[in-house]
């Protein structure tokens, strides 16, 4: 079974857009660089930069709940700080969400953007080496920062079913595979992967939630996949989380293999 690595995304703002990376350079124990390095959390959300803890996605603002925050396209520069945000196509703000006063700026962009939404002033929150992950540590992980992976051959069974193409985005995954049979990747919790340069250990299967419903280029709910997976695989699974066992370079292109 040849497998190929298609494309690499980040996140590095929790609920906001995906951003297409050439290539990436892992660390064991760690996620993808700057995935998730920050989150709009609601005005109640208590959370201690000095003593960063997972939070339950419930304490962001997030697409499960919020999705109008797909109609932002968003875009962070990690060696000016600087952080860009587009609404229908136009430039809405940029600011240095590194530093206090461009944070407070983007504070205020929300604040406005998310009126409507409940939850009270949203936040902008950040700690050194945290990431905000939906996924709590795993008993069989030695990290809680894992490199999420999708099958693409899966998501094509999927608009099988649903008779309508279904934007792998919807699944904010980091790394994008072809080459291996649909769902196969289900039963890979355990087994090793060489990608490009790096070795990952497969954890477990990825739960989806309603986040999943929304169209990352129209912002609105159209298909429920979370119950079309249900109902029509018996699972409510998409893609699969690992942990970095050996750090290394990936890029597009490169080969993924799987050992048992």
């Known amino acids: 079974m040849s497998m190929t690595v298609r494309s690499i995304y980040r996140y590095p703002v929790k609920g906001l857009s995906a951003e297409a990376l050439p290539r990436v350079a892992l660390s064991a124990g760690e996620c993808v660089p700057h995935d998730r390095r920050f989150a709009i959390a609601h005005a109640a959300t208590s959370f201690n930069p000095e003593k960063p803890e997972w939070l339950q996605k419930t304490h962001f603002f997030m697409l499960m709940r919020d999705e109008k925050l797909a109609q932002l396209r968003t875009r962070f520069d990690e060696t000016t700080g600087s952080f860009t945000i587009e609404r229908s196509g136009q430039p809405a703000l940029s600011a240095r969400i590194t530093e206090a006063d461009g944070r407070k700026s983007l504070e205020r962009f929300f604040a406005e953007f998310l009126a409507d939404r409940p939850g009270g002033l949203p936040k902008l ?6 990431a905000f992950a939906d996924a709590k540590r795993k008993p069989n992980a030695t990290t809680d920062k894992y490199v999420s992976l999708i099958n693409l051959a899966s998501v094509r ?77 018996a699972h409510n699974c998409m893609g699969i989380y690992a942990e970095v066992a050996e750090g290394g370079e990936v890029a597009a292109n490169d080969r993924l293999e799987r050992s048992c």
């Open 125 to 130: 929150v950040e700690a050194p080496g945290h």
């Open 157 to 233: 069974d999927l608009e099988r079913v649903v008779q309508a193409p279904v934007d792998p985005i919807r699944f904010r995954a980091n790394v994008y595979f072809e080459g291996a049979p649909a769902w196969s990747e289900l039963d890979w919790t355990g087994a090793e992967l060489r990608m490009g340069e790096a070795r990952l250990r497969v954890v477990s299967p990825i739960t989806r939630c309603l986040a999943t419903t929304v169209n990352p280029t129209t912002a609105i709910r159209d298909i429920e996949i979370p119950r079309i997976l249900q109902k029509e695989f």
